[in-house]
């Protein structure tokens, strides 16, 4: 029985979004927000504990792999919606993340924000979707999903009359986002096109949401939309689904919350510098400025250093506007982050001169990765935790690229 009728593929046209009601059992919604109060470490019934650390601006909860998670992506209806969409059952799932959006207040003053997660530099648009489950009753003024309904349609139109970037005021004018309201067990999804995000909350209590997506199989959802995969691109899905559980091994090691560490850990990522590699150097470096060549195009580079004759160290603030390969690079103010191991919350595994060590172990190694993390604090302290990940149905492993679709 499809779940979509003739009616609802007709709004999904022409608004470009639809919802399906009562998508997994209120169970499978009580376990995910169980896993974002765990993961956060954040009592969700005191209202002192929702602004907490660990917060990001929007609300979002940066847990990818948690079981509970995993339960709603392999959820048969929710895989059968989006195949609808797609007129396709054959699917990979995206590892998307979870929101909590507390009411404003003198701590949190989220205002809302509508925008598109794709470079709008790419021509043509291609379809691509994205979705959200309600994990609660969630009323217009809750700092839930809002959009521009129909945006999408403008900003096709908008696209095929120029090669320039859309701005929100040139696609939409004055039109405003309208926020939808939703029941628990909803499953919205989305045209990537259409403008949207989530609202301004000024009820009393958070907005709930776990995030799922899903495109065709060997194919994977970036800013640049749906573009295609290779055996790499599977092998690194397999990966991050099998490694999951370091992040929770170096939370109990070190006796925080899983999101403190992905926290201390984003941070100190943030605070690295990059590091490119040149074909050839046209005009050396002056006043910070460097012409150069990499893969057979001219760019010019705004750098911190030249480390090497054809290697150069830029801000990180540049990666959005090079359009080349790079690596990470160490610096002073990652190592400063890096030493700042957090505080524990509870009884850590490790021994007092064991976390006592554990800075200087990282600032010399270089090491700000979980796996790479999880093995130093095996091999020095001899701590291993024995985590599997969450566990698979067969759906699940097709989800993911483990198992071909017949």
């Given at each position: 029985?499809?779940?979509?009728?003739?009616?609802?593929?007709?709004?999904w046209?022409?608004?470009?979004?639809?919802?399906?009601?009562?998508?997994?059992?209120?169970?499978?919604?009580?376990?995910?927000?169980?896993?974002?109060?765990?993961?956060?470490?954040?009592?969700?019934?005191?209202?002192?504990?929702?602004?907490?650390?660990?917060?990001?601006?929007?609300?979002?909860?940066?847990?990818n792999?948690?079981?509970a998670?995993?339960?709603?992506?392999?959820n048969p209806?929710?895989h059968?919606?989006?195949s609808?969409?797609?007129?396709?059952?054959k699917l990979?799932?995206?590892?998307?993340?979870?929101?909590?959006?507390?009411?404003?207040?003198?701590?949190?003053?989220h205002?809302?924000?509508?925008?598109?997660?794709?470079?709008?530099?790419?021509?043509?648009?291609?379809l691509?979707?994205q979705?959200?489950?309600?994990?609660?009753?969630?009323n217009?003024?809750?700092?839930?999903?809002?959009?521009?309904?129909?945006?999408?349609?403008?900003?096709?139109n908008?696209l095929?009359?120029?090669?320039?970037?859309?701005t929100?005021?040139?696609v939409?004018?004055?039109?405003?986002?309208?926020?939808?309201?939703?029941?628990?067990?909803?499953?919205?999804?989305?045209?990537?096109g259409?403008?949207?995000?989530?609202?301004?909350?000024?009820?009393?209590r958070?907005?709930?949401?776990?995030?799922?997506?899903?495109?065709?199989?060997?194919?994977?959802?970036?800013?640049?939309?749906?573009?295609?995969?290779?055996?790499?691109?599977?092998?690194?899905?397999?990966?991050?689904?099998?490694n999951?559980?370091?992040?929770?091994?170096?939370?109990?090691?070190?006796?925080v919350?899983?999101?403190?560490?992905?926290?201390?850990?984003?941070q100190?990522?943030?605070?690295?510098?990059?590091?490119v590699?040149?074909?050839?150097?046209?005009?050396?470096?002056?006043?910070?400025?460097?012409k150069?060549?990499?893969?057979?195009?001219?760019?010019?580079?705004?750098?911190?250093?030249?480390?090497?004759?054809?290697?150069?160290?830029?801000?990180?603030?540049?990666?959005?506007?090079i359009?080349?390969?790079?690596?990470?690079?160490?610096?002073?103010?990652?190592?400063?982050?890096i030493?700042?191991?957090?505080?524990?919350?509870?009884?850590?595994?490790?021994?007092k001169?064991?976390l006592?060590?554990?800075?200087?172990?990282?600032?010399e190694?270089?090491?700000?990765?979980?796996?790479e993390?999880?093995?130093?604090?095996?091999s020095?302290?001899?701590?291993?935790?024995?985590?599997?990940p969450?566990?698979?149905?067969?759906?699940?492993?097709?989800?993911?690229?483990i198992d071909?679709?017949s």
């Open positions: 029985m499809e779940l979509l009728n003739s009616s609802d593929r007709r709004f046209d022409e608004n470009g979004y639809v919802v399906v009601p009562n998508a997994v059992p209120l169970g499978n919604l009580i376990s995910v927000l169980d896993a974002i109060a765990e993961f956060t470490g954040k009592d969700l019934a005191d209202e002192k504990s929702w602004y907490q650390e660990p917060m990001i601006h929007g609300g979002m909860v940066n847990m792999h948690n079981q998670l995993w339960d709603n992506r392999q209806k929710i059968q919606a989006f609808e969409i797609w007129g396709d059952e990979w799932v995206t590892y998307d993340r979870t929101n909590m959006n507390p009411p404003v207040c003198e701590h949190w003053n205002q809302g924000m509508i925008h598109w997660d794709l470079d709008m530099s790419i021509r043509p648009m291609e691509c979707v979705g959200v489950l309600y994990l609660t009753d969630t217009e003024n809750q700092g839930g999903f809002q959009c521009v309904p129909k945006s999408h349609h403008l900003l096709m908008w095929k009359n120029t090669d320039q970037r859309p929100v005021e040139s939409i004018g004055k039109m405003k986002p309208v926020s939808i309201p939703g029941k628990a067990g909803d499953l919205l999804i989305w045209h990537s259409l403008l949207h995000g989530n609202g301004h909350n000024t009820s009393d958070p907005r709930y949401a776990q995030y799922i997506g899903m495109q065709p199989e060997w194919t994977v959802r970036t800013a640049a939309g749906v573009i295609a995969a290779n055996e790499q691109t599977r092998q690194s899905r397999i990966r991050s689904w099998q999951s559980p370091c992040q929770r091994a170096v939370a109990d090691a070190i006796g919350p899983e999101g403190i560490v992905e926290q201390w850990l984003r100190t990522h943030e605070k690295m510098d990059i590091k590699v040149v074909d050839t150097v046209i005009k050396p470096p002056k006043n910070g400025l460097a150069v060549i990499i893969q057979g195009k001219q760019q010019d580079l705004s750098i911190v250093e030249q480390i090497d004759k054809n290697i150069f160290r830029l801000d990180r603030s540049q990666v959005q506007k359009t080349v390969p790079y690596q990470n690079y160490f610096n002073e103010k990652a190592a400063e982050n030493r700042q191991v957090p505080i524990p919350h509870f009884t850590p595994q490790l021994e001169k064991d006592d060590k554990l800075p200087d172990l990282l600032v190694n270089q090491i700000y990765g979980v796996e993390i999880t093995d130093l604090i095996s020095e302290f001899g701590l291993d935790n024995h985590l599997s969450a566990k698979l149905t067969q759906l699940g492993r097709r989800l993911v690229g071909a679709w």
